[in-house]
């Protein structure tokens, strides 16, 4: 069977009747973590909300009210969960995501035209493909793609949107011998019923699930992005069709005029804007290293001289980095000397370093870390790390200097 999303891709709402409605979880990702949801699976007798399958994601929509969070099929069905229980037996309206899913119908007829035409120009067949929520990617059987290509495969699908060719829908019983015809990368283990082939006229026909354009002219056009290494000497080629070439124009020159703002320069003159910025920033890098190693010596020598100082030091430099604390515990005697440096915001995250002798620094090493909430750890007389929050700096100073203190009178 054909679902009415698949026998009328444009059909944007639509009156079916609910079949079943069993409990059910989904697992989902909510901003990087799997969550699982619980809600109910629920069958229709017919639907337009289109079931993943066919390298394109399934739609989403509301089945009366109740939102439908994800459709899968189940060999000749559509099961749709959502987050509340719907009643067997009544008519319910459907309606479909529309934005969502004419952006998928033009992403998946593109990729029809760009297989098709990357076979007949140059023989490269495709062999699977990636509707991505951004951008699309088609992988070829080739290692390589020249640019002279890409121009040509470009413009040939280009001139086929503006030639208002048409994309038609057929319907073929499995043993029909127009079927052996068609271009198909094989048949679900699942499949039901009868077999759907995607005409677009005078280019290519190929078995196919997804929803797809009724003419060319609606994918408006196509652009190829450009291509990356695949797997096993294959091709990616990744490309834009319809509203996502307007999005990338837009967002594109919202980023150019944020450019010109930034760099004063015109968009011509801004990848050599940029080199010189990073040139500069490289030498300043260099040059601050190179001070910061010169005032970490200095910041040590200016301890050993003090005839005042005692066996315990401290200090704390916002900017900074592990060389320039190992540089000050190098120069300082720390058999003698406990010393305690930190690197980063004063009350933020940062780097620390706690050096000294081996015992002392073994056993406060540890606490140290509980109170910076951070991670780190130590051998040899160091103990360094990262710092969650040098908010509790003080109290980090204040606990090893009555360790000092202690250890002074222990002496004595």
Request: charged share 25%; with cysteine.
């Given at each position: 069977m054909a679902f009415q999303c698949q026998r009328d891709c444009y059909m944007k709402e639509f009156i079916t009747s609910v079949v079943s409605c069993c409990p059910a979880d989904l697992k989902q990702e909510v901003n990087g973590k799997k969550e699982t949801v619980k809600g109910f699976n629920v069958k229709l007798k017919d639907t337009i909300l289109f079931p993943e399958g066919g390298g394109q994601p399934d739609d989403h929509g509301l089945i009366g009210e109740v939102p439908v969070l994800r459709v899968t099929r189940q060999g000749p069905e559509a099961v749709h969960f959502v987050s509340s229980p719907l009643e067997v037996g009544q008519e319910v309206p459907v309606k479909v995501d529309w934005e969502r899913r004419f952006d998928h119908m033009q992403q998946h007829s593109g990729q029809h035209l760009i297989t098709a035409l990357a076979d007949s120009l140059f023989g490269y067949k495709t062999t699977s493909w990636d509707l991505g929520r951004q951008r699309s990617t088609i992988e070829l059987d080739t290692p390589c793609v020249k640019p002279a290509q890409l121009q040509t495969?470009?413009?040939?699908?280009?001139?086929?949107?503006?030639?208002?060719?048409?994309?038609?829908?057929?319907?073929?019983?499995?043993?029909?011998?127009?079927?052996?015809?068609?271009?198909?990368?094989?048949?679900?283990?699942?499949?039901?019923?009868?077999?759907?082939?995607?005409?677009?006229?005078?280019?290519?026909?190929?078995?196919?699930?997804?929803?797809?354009?009724?003419?060319?002219?609606?994918?408006?056009?196509?652009?190829?992005?450009?291509?990356?290494?695949?797997?096993?000497?294959?091709?990616?080629?990744?490309?834009?069709?319809?509203?996502?070439?307007?999005?990338?124009?837009?967002?594109?020159?919202?980023?150019?005029?944020?450019?010109?703002s930034l760099l004063k320069t015109g968009p011509d003159e801004h990848v050599e804007a940029v080199d010189k910025l990073q040139k500069s920033v490289k030498l300043l890098q260099k040059t601050n290293l190179?001070?910061?190693?010169?005032?970490?010596?200095?910041?040590?020598?200016?301890?050993?001289?003090?005839?005042q100082r005692g066996n315990f030091f401290s200090y704390h430099k916002k900017e900074g980095d592990n060389e320039f604390m190992n540089i000050i515990a190098n120069e300082i005697n720390t058999e003698e000397t406990l010393v305690f440096l930190t690197v980063g915001e004063e009350k933020g995250p940062g780097l620390f370093l706690l050096a000294g002798p081996s015992g002392s620094v073994s056993d406060m090493g540890p606490r140290v870390l509980e109170m910076l909430q951070g991670k780190g750890a130590g051998k040899n007389g160091r103990f360094q790390g990262k710092a969650n929050s040098l908010a509790q700096r003080g109290e980090v100073e204040d606990f090893l200097q009555q360790h000092c203190k202690h250890h002074i009178s222990e002496k004595e």
């Open positions: 495969l470009e413009d040939a699908v280009n001139e086929k949107i503006q030639a208002h060719v048409p994309v038609t829908v057929q319907l073929l019983s499995i043993d029909d011998p127009a079927v052996e015809k068609v271009r198909s990368r094989g048949l679900p283990d699942d499949h039901a019923g009868p077999i759907r082939i995607i005409d677009i006229e005078g280019v290519d026909a190929n078995m196919c699930c997804g929803t797809h354009v009724s003419n060319l002219s609606h994918l408006q056009m196509i652009k190829l992005l450009g291509t990356e290494k695949g797997k096993k000497n294959k091709t990616n080629l990744i490309f834009l069709a319809g509203n996502r070439v307007l999005k990338y124009a837009e967002k594109s020159y919202s980023t150019e005029r944020s450019l010109v190179s001070l910061l190693r010169d005032m970490a010596v200095l910041i040590a020598q200016n301890f050993k001289n003090n005839p």
